[in-house]
């Protein structure tokens, strides 16, 4: 009897794992997206500034900037919009942004037009 009951209880987390991870996929065909930007942030007016604009950019879903490290994080829906288009939504604010990649920072030129 407790040897059924070891098992069912090992064929339960098993099930409840495997749950999780089709959770986990449906979020991936979700598409959505993240990436950060290194931008030309001076102060807190810039860092508003990109609060208060790129938000209501098509499919962006999360914003983050982080003045101290003058990086902006971006989560995106991929099929509403793309890097590019984030990329310009940042420049025309006045800004210079380049894609930091994993290993890699992203340095923007210090150009800014408040």
């Known amino acids: 009897m407790k040897t059924i009951k070891m098992m069912l209880a090992a064929v339960l987390i098993t099930a409840v794992g495997f749950?999780?991870?089709?959770?986990?996929?449906?979020?991936?065909?979700?598409?959505?997206?993240?990436?950060?930007?290194s931008v030309n942030l001076h102060c807190?007016?810039?860092?508003?500034?990109?609060?208060?604009?790129?938000?209501?950019?098509?499919?962006?879903?999360?914003?983050?900037?982080?003045?101290?490290?003058?990086?902006?994080?971006?989560?995106?829906?991929?099929k509403k919009t793309d890097r590019e288009k984030l990329q310009k939504a940042i420049e025309k604010l006045g800004y210079t942004a380049a894609e930091v990649t994993p290993g890699t920072k992203g340095k923007a030129k210090d150009k800014v037009k408040d």
């Open 19 to 37: 749950g999780a991870q089709a959770q986990d996929k449906k979020q991936d065909r979700k598409g959505t997206v993240e990436i950060t930007f």
């Open 44 to 78: 807190d007016h810039c860092k508003k500034k990109i609060e208060s604009n790129i938000p209501f950019e098509k499919g962006v879903t999360d914003l983050k900037v982080d003045l101290d490290n003058k990086q902006v994080y971006i989560k995106y829906d991929a």
